[in-house]
């Protein structure tokens, strides 16, 4: 617990009481979101607290399910996925790209970079614009191992 101390307020699970648990093993509350939706092993066994987590906060997933690619991880448990989608144009009959950006609440448990491919959910509003939780890395983006460098003579 004390190395998960990194803000100015006492950071605790709401559902787990400290008394008592100074020598015996660390209590962790965890849930499943349901929906076939695996808690990831992190959650489990991790030690941080995130109470906009859907696994170990207060936050039930409702309503649309999508499917992203993460764009953005520049904001603090925060990420911004786009979705792109074809609109019909009646006039021309043919179809025209769009997209939109979502920003979605990241957990700690996740490990997210630009171009995974991952699952949010909607749940309440966590913040101004926040209404997505990220519940699943689909497709992770191939590791960048630096630049090709020009190595010809």
Request: proline content about 4%; hydrophobic content about 35%; overall charge positive.
């Given at each position: ?40 092993q992190e959650a489990i066994e ?81 913040s101004k614009t926040v209404r ?22």
């Open positions: 617990m004390a190395d998960s101390q990194h803000e100015k307020a006492f950071q605790k699970q709401d559902a787990v009481s400290l008394i008592g648990r100074v020598s015996r093993k660390k209590g962790r509350w965890f849930k499943s979101v349901g929906l076939g939706f695996k808690t990831p991790g030690d941080y607290v995130d109470k906009k987590c859907p696994f170990t906060g207060n936050v039930s997933i409702r309503g649309r399910i999508l499917r992203a690619t993460v764009v953005s991880t520049k904001m603090r448990r925060t990420i911004v996925v786009r979705r792109d989608y074809l609109h019909w144009i009646r006039k021309y009959k043919r179809f025209e790209k769009r997209h939109r950006n979502i920003p979605a609440h990241c957990s700690p448990c996740f490990r997210v970079r630009d171009g995974d491919f991952v699952t949010i959910g909607q749940c309440r509003p966590l997505f939780n990220v519940l699943r890395i689909d497709r992770a983006a191939p590791a960048e191992e630096g630049k090709k460098m020009f190595t010809g003579a």
